[in-house]
């Protein structure tokens, strides 16, 4: 049985390295410094879920000012991210995760949250609509190089 705990930067080197396998492609020094950033700012929270004394999952929550695709009200709750390694998912982790956020949320007058995926994640819509998440849009992004 896992525990639930908020990471602070004492958990620095844990959550950069679930997070490198979340976001893999990103320079690992660069993405330790945008997290140490992130985790002294009030606006987020960093879930870790721990089990057997390791940590196997977090998720990143906001609150966003700014305009969130579908939300109503503003502040808003954010979920910037959620990764449970490979053999530790399919066992609600990450709902318990997100149970645990909705309280960070509420404490913080927001009423509603908002996510987004990547439209190949097949893991992410699945989780997201199991969490009575409803779709907001899709938003096609495209690059050109000149």
């Given amino acids: 049985m896992g525990i639930i705990k908020e990471a602070t930067t004492e958990h620095l080197k844990d959550l950069s390295k679930l997070a490198s396998e979340l976001y ?3 320079n690992s020094e ?18 870790l879920y721990v089990e057997d004394e390791q940590p196997v999952a977090f998720m990143h929550l906001s609150i966003r000012t700014d305009y969130v695709q579908g939300s109503e009200t503003s502040s808003t709750g954010y979920i910037e991210g959620v990764y449970v390694k490979g053999e530790y998912r399919r066992k609600g982790i990450s709902t318990k995760l997100f149970n645990e ?3 960070w949320f509420k404490r913080h007058g927001c009423t509603q949250v908002g996510s987004d995926m990547e439209v190949d994640n097949q893991d992410s819509y699945p989780f997201h609509m199991s969490l009575g998440f409803k779709e907001a849009g899709r938003l096609i ?5 000149l």
């Avoid at 660069?30 to 879930?47: C, D, V, W």
Wanted: aromatic share 6%.
């Fill in 141 to 145: 992004t495209f690059i050109k190089d």
């Fill in 30 to 47: 660069a993405l330790e410094n945008e997290l140490k950033q992130m985790l002294e700012n009030p606006n987020h929270r960093f879930l």
């Fill in 101 to 103: 956020g909705k309280k």
């Fill in 24 to 26: 893999n492609g990103n």
